[in-house]
């Protein structure tokens, strides 16, 4: 029999569920990719993400054509069209079914719903996995029966599942019958001009599954054990610089628990403390796919705290473009914007920072902060971008209390000491003694009065006061 198995953001051979289960129960393959670049427009992906997930497409095709199949690449405008696309290319391949790996924002789930409906009605079997994640979001379940809101429960509940369903083995890629068709596709991986985002090349990021995969296997032998003390300091490489990965399905979270695992048979416990932090955020992934799956209006644009819709965000055209570009004259988010409109990635804790900077001292809207985030990120994920922006807003679950406001030449010199990070996004920064580094002004208008760096544009105290005041009266009135 024949099935037909449709690779969305599962861009991998090793480990992915729905290849496994179509060739485990079906003789002969048909592997699609269908491109929906007028929904990828809508979701804003960037430019880099584009560029990334074309370079690995094209990976994909080249290992499938090792193994004898060519990888069917379609596009259409949109998710609808793609729907309509599969089920009329099965029924003309005539497969029995299709396979899929399950996505968990609205618009992922209502296409797959209409993939199965449409498929039914010409007899095709549609068969589901929940191959990107680790724990799937039906397996946990609060003592109240609904689902975690707070991440510290969800974290304790997420590993006992983990030892209750064990962890199967990585699914070899021997499993896909060998085939007779040895051309792969050429994958057009340019970027169209209407797809945002300063940078538009990913060179310096590998691609093709192998050298992913080791990428990960040596994170996890050589620098997880510090995690917990590197995670903290953007000038170091200390985190795994994972996230493109992740997010287009070149890797799956099983390899990265393997290699745990290897480091610590007693997987998840055993851990060191390191490894064990650096676990918790392929947590806090699933944790906000989890809560996408839960709470449909967080997938239009609506808060998790839904009263906090009533915060009077500020408008202010100029205010936002400054911050975007990196001109707040608050150092530590200018280095961050900089380096994400130059590189599509930024560290996690100057993402915190400029985030709560744009919310918390400029008083605009969280929304604005996130697309401009997906518009720039290589690594842009709907589920962790928009809770990463409700955390810091104070408008998701489990998020920073409104109360606690970042001071962001405090955050500064906490993670950035010697200015390290700060001099290599902001070169007219350099000369700066470290003293100085976190508040050039003072210095710059007397030793470099030339300087264009611009001046502080708020006054962090009065934001800061102005920003608790309101969100008070929005949250209790007074
Ligand atoms: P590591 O520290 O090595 O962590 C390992 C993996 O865990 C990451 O690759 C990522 O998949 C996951 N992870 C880590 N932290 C988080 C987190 N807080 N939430 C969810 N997953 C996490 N992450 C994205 O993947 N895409 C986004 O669009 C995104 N937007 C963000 C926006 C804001 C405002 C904030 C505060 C965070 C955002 N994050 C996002 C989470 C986090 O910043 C990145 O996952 C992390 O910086 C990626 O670097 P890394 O791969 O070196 O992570």
């Known amino acids: 029999?024949?099935?037909?198995?449709?690779?969305?953001?599962?861009?991998?051979?090793?480990?992915?569920?729905?290849?496994?289960?179509?060739?485990?129960?079906?003789?002969?393959?048909?592997?699609?990719?269908?491109?929906?670049?007028?929904?990828?427009?809508?979701?804003?992906?960037?430019?880099?993400?584009?560029?990334?997930?074309?370079?690995?497409?094209?990976?994909?095709?080249?290992?499938?054509?090792?193994?004898?199949?060519?990888?069917?690449?379609?596009?259409?405008?949109?998710?609808?069209?793609?729907?309509?696309?599969?089920?009329?290319?099965?029924?003309?391949?005539?497969?029995?079914?299709?396979?899929?790996?399950?996505?968990?924002?609205?618009?992922?789930?209502?296409?797959?719903?209409?993939?199965?409906?449409?498929?039914?009605?010409?007899?095709?079997?549609?068969?589901?996995?929940?191959?990107?994640?680790?724990?799937?979001?039906?397996?946990?379940?609060?003592?109240?029966?609904?689902?975690?809101?707070?991440?510290?429960?969800?974290?304790?509940?997420?590993?006992?599942?983990?030892?209750?369903?064990?962890?199967?083995?990585?699914?070899?890629?021997?499993?896909?019958?060998?085939?007779?068709?040895?051309?792969?596709?050429?994958?057009?991986?340019?970027?169209?001009?209407?797809?945002?985002?300063?940078?538009?090349?990913?060179?310096?990021?590998?691609?093709?599954?192998?050298?992913?995969?080791?990428?990960?296997?040596?994170?996890?032998?050589?620098?997880?054990?510090?995690?917990?003390?590197?995670?903290?300091?953007?000038?170091?490489?200390?985190?795994?610089?994972?996230?493109?990965?992740?997010?287009?399905?070149?890797?799956?979270?099983r390899i990265a628990a393997h290699f745990l695992q290897k480091q610590a048979p007693e997987f998840p416990s055993g851990l060191s403390e390191g490894m064990h932090t650096w676990l918790s955020e392929l947590a806090w992934r699933e944790f906000y796919q989890h809560l996408m799956f839960h709470v449909p209006r967080l997938s239009r644009h609506k808060p998790f705290q839904e009263e906090t819709d009533n915060y009077p965000w500020r408008k202010d055209e100029k205010a936002f473009q400054a911050w975007c570009e990196g001109q707040t004259g608050y150092p530590i988010v200018d280095a961050g914007m900089r380096q994400l409109a130059k590189t599509g990635w930024m560290h996690n804790r100057v993402r915190m920072i400029v985030a709560n900077f744009l919310t918390k001292d400029l008083h605009m809207d969280w929304r604005l902060g996130e697309q401009w985030f997906m518009r720039n990120l290589i690594d842009g994920s709907f589920p962790a971008n928009n809770g990463g922006w409700q955390w810091s807003a104070s408008t998701g679950t489990d998020a920073v209390p409104y109360f606690r406001v970042f001071n962001p030449t405090r955050q500064s010199e906490k993670v950035d000491p010697d200015g390290v990070y700060i001099r290599r996004w902001l070169p007219e920064l350099k000369d700066v003694p470290i003293k100085h580094i976190h508040e050039p002004h003072q210095w710059l208008r007397q030793y470099d009065p030339d300087n264009s760096y611009p001046a502080p544009m708020v006054n962090h105290k009065e934001a800061r006061e102005r920003f608790i005041a309101n969100f008070k009266q929005v949250k209790h009135g007074n």
């Open 1 to 253: 029999s024949k099935a037909l198995v449709w690779l969305r953001n599962d861009l991998r051979l090793l480990d992915n569920d729905a290849i496994y289960g179509a060739a485990s129960n079906h003789e002969r393959l048909n592997f699609v990719v269908v491109r929906t670049p007028d929904t990828w427009r809508a979701h804003d992906w960037s430019a880099a993400k584009w560029s990334l997930y074309h370079r690995q497409l094209q990976c994909l095709a080249n290992d499938l054509a090792e193994r004898g199949h060519s990888l069917h690449v379609h596009t259409v405008a949109s998710f609808k069209d793609s729907v309509d696309y599969i089920v009329a290319y099965a029924t003309k391949q005539d497969v029995q079914a299709i396979y899929i790996n399950r996505e968990y924002p609205l618009h992922e789930r209502q296409r797959d719903h209409r993939l199965c409906v449409n498929a039914e009605e010409v007899g095709i079997q549609v068969v589901q996995y929940d191959s990107n994640l680790l724990v799937a979001p039906e397996r946990i379940q609060s003592g109240t029966g609904s689902f975690y809101r707070m991440f510290t429960p969800f974290f304790r509940a997420w590993k006992e599942e983990l030892v209750t369903a064990g962890l199967p083995g990585p699914y070899q890629r021997s499993v896909i019958p060998d085939g007779s068709d040895n051309s792969a596709p050429t994958i057009d991986v340019r970027v169209p001009d209407d797809i945002p985002g300063q940078c538009r090349h990913t060179d310096d990021w590998l691609v093709g599954e192998a050298q992913i995969r080791q990428k990960v296997s040596v994170y996890v032998r050589e620098k997880a054990d510090h995690y917990h003390h590197l995670r903290d300091l953007p000038s170091e490489v200390g985190t795994s610089q994972l996230s493109p990965y992740w997010e287009i399905g070149a890797i799956s979270p």
